[in-house]
């Protein structure tokens, strides 16, 4: 498009300088006479004039327009997939290992016997040993006074002859005390099953309370249920959990506490066994 506007500029200069030039050169005379030819007077123009002529008729030098080279475009870049996010994993923690219970020298064996539901030992009954009948002997028949005598007084009741009821006795042998016998009723069937298990809560209800004032205070919160063998007089002879809190170190507190509430009070009197076992609840706030 350039080049076209340079060569229309150039050629209608060319074409001004022509028409200028004709116009300057002299006009020849006109001929006279009946012959009435037109002269006309042809001069050759001046060197300059001629290499300007030729300047202007030369066609105009086009420049080849080289299309610039475009950069290169880089393609478009997808937009990446979002990374995933890793889940957090929960870090297990290993459970806590239970320790031991404190073994203390073992009780004889024994049916436990738990407060809530401890059912006693039922005594042996004894049996009245048997009464021997004495049949009265055959009377001769009385008299027909005696008769009418014996018809009035048969309406009032005779009273019957107490009898005395003696003890049931066992032979003693000469094993050992189990298998010995007695001479009439033993202890045990003088205190009733009722009674007996009257004396073990009893009891049982002192042992609760000094190991209750024998807790410490801010340790946790549960209930642990212990299992605990106690002599007549008073010592704890074992101790271990019955049931569990959840928690070992609340157990090992509530062992520590039953341990450190000895010696309880004694048994009462009349329960003679040489120990007894318990299960009770210690419950921390």
Do not use: C
Request: charged share 15%; no cysteine; hydrophobic share 40%.
């Amino acid at each position: 498009m350039k080049g076209l506007f340079e060569f229309t500029g150039f050629a209608g200069l060319a074409l001004a300088l022509h028409v200028a030039a004709f116009q300057g050169l002299p006009e020849g005379s006109q001929s006279a006479g009946s012959g009435g030819d037109a002269l006309v007077t042809v001069v050759s123009a001046s060197a300059s004039l001629s290499d300007m002529v030729a300047v202007w008729d030369r066609p105009p030098v086009v420049d080849q327009l080289v299309p610039a080279a475009l950069p290169p475009v880089a393609p478009p870049i997808a937009d990446a997939p979002p990374m995933p996010v890793p889940m957090p994993v929960p870090q297990m923690r290993p459970a806590a290992p239970l320790r031991p219970a404190l073994a203390l020298p073992p009780a004889p064996d024994r049916p436990l016997s738990d407060i809530s539901s401890a059912q006693p030992d039922q005594p042996p009954v004894a049996q009245d040993a048997p009464v021997a009948t004495v049949r009265p002997k055959a009377r001769p028949e009385p008299a027909p006074r005696e008769k009418a005598k014996a018809s009035a007084t048969a309406a009032a009741p005779s009273p019957q002859p107490a009898q005395a009821s003696q003890p049931a006795r066992t032979a003693a042998g000469s094993g050992a005390a189990s298998a010995r016998g007695t001479s009439g009723p033993s202890d045990m069937a003088t205190l009733t099953a009722g009674a007996r298990q009257s004396l073990l809560a009893e009891w049982g209800g002192k042992i609760r309370n000094r190991i209750d004032r024998a807790r410490p205070q801010g340790s946790g919160r549960g209930t642990v249920t212990v299992l605990m063998t106690v002599r007549r007089d008073g010592v704890i002879q074992n101790v271990s959990i019955a049931k569990s809190s959840g928690q070992p170190s609340l157990d090992q507190i509530a062992l520590r506490t039953v341990q450190k509430a000895g010696p309880v009070p004694a048994a009462p009197a009349a329960l003679t066994d040489p120990s007894y076992s318990f299960r009770l609840p210690v419950r921390f706030d």
